[in-house]
């Protein structure tokens, strides 16, 4: 089974300042990691993903996460936030062979200006 | 390039009647996704189709049906509607090649009454 883990609901970060979404997962062989990012009525928009080799993957609007194996997680991170960037982010899983992807619960990032 | 499309926007049902939500890609995608997104729950997958002409069922399938009418259309088919089916349904597409990302439409937002 994959499941993934998203431990804050909310997450506030000052403009400018960095900021850091959290994301655990669990599956039973190798996984891809993704972060999609949800703007108000809209759909779900992809981020980035890990599918193997460098552990730092860069993505769209600045963001970036990086995988860490020995505590699977993927959390994602940007150096300098945006009032823009205030979003529902969700981390999302899936085993290699599997086609079904798992979502995590989202994270509400609001940038506070 | 639409990328992916889903009619109806909104849609309010009396509990009990039936409807079809439509799904459509136009990016040559094999496999095709329908989610339902509800607060504090993230993404959960009802059906999925991984070629034209097979589907297999998600996380949550009891109430619905789907057909993959062609390479191109996925639908929904919700045959008696139940108010706990109030949610936001969202269809994706992913080629199953070497591109591992989903691709999300803007969703439809049903109310069931």
């Known amino acids: 089974a994959q499941s993934v883990a998203q431990p804050e609901d909310q997450v506030n970060v000052a403009e400018g300042n960095p900021l850091t979404v959290k994301c655990t997962y669990s599956?039973?062989?190798?996984?891809?990691l993704f972060w999609y990012v949800q703007y108000p009525n809209r759909g779900l928009q992809f981020l980035l993903k890990?599918?193997?080799?460098?552990?730092l993957v860069k993505g769209s609007y600045g963001f970036e996460a990086e995988f860490n194996k020995s505590q699977t997680s993927f959390h994602l991170k940007k150096p300098s936030a945006l009032v823009s960037d205030s979003a529902l982010y969700f981390c999302?899983?899936?085993?290699?062979?599997?086609?079904?992807?798992?979502f995590g619960t989202g994270t509400r990032l609001t940038i506070i200006p | 390039n639409a990328g992916v499309t889903q009619t109806p926007k909104f849609q309010v049902l009396k509990t009990g009647q039936s409807m079809t939500l439509q799904c459509a890609q136009d990016?040559?995608?094999?496999?095709m996704y329908w989610y339902r997104q509800d607060p504090g729950m993230g993404l959960r997958l009802i059906y999925y189709?991984?070629?034209?002409?097979?589907?297999d069922k998600g996380e949550v399938p009891n109430g619905y049906n789907v057909s993959r009418l062609n390479k191109r259309e996925f639908s929904l088919r919700l045959e008696s509607a139940a108010p706990s089916q109030t949610s936001v349904y969202f269809c994706?597409?992913?080629?199953?090649?070497?591109?591992?990302?989903?691709?999300f439409g803007p969703g439809t937002r049903l109310t069931v009454t």
């Open positions: 990016m040559n995608h094999n496999s």
């Open positions: 599956v039973s062989g190798n996984p891809y």
């Open positions: 890990y599918i193997t080799g460098d552990n």
């Open positions: 999302a899983v899936r085993d290699v062979g599997n086609e079904k992807l798992t």
């Open positions: 189709s991984a070629s034209e002409g097979t589907t």
């Open positions: 994706a597409s992913r080629d199953s090649g070497r591109v591992y990302e989903q691709y």
